[in-house]
C-alpha cells in the first residue's frame, strides 16, 4: 500500500501506470514522489519549486 508523500494519507488511488491521486490532500503524485496540484483545467502542476 502506497502512502501520500504529501500528507502520509493511506486514501491513495491508482490512476495510472506510475500515477497516484491522494482524495484527503487533493493531490498527484508518482512513484518517483514528485507530488503535483490539479489545475481546473487539468494540468500538473509541481509543488517542488
Not at 481546473?40 to 509541481?46: A, F, K, N, Q
Request: aromatic residues 12%.
Amino acid at each position: 500500500m502506497i502512502n501520500c508523500p504529501h500528507c502520509g494519507s493511506k486514501s491513495v488511488g491508482k490512476i495510472g501506470t506510475d500515477q497516484y491521486y491522494c482524495w484527503d490532500c487533493f493531490v498527484e503524485f508518482n512513484e518517483r514522489r514528485e507530488i503535483f496540484n490539479v489545475a481546473e483545467d487539468g494540468t500538473l502542476i509541481s509543488l517542488e519549486g
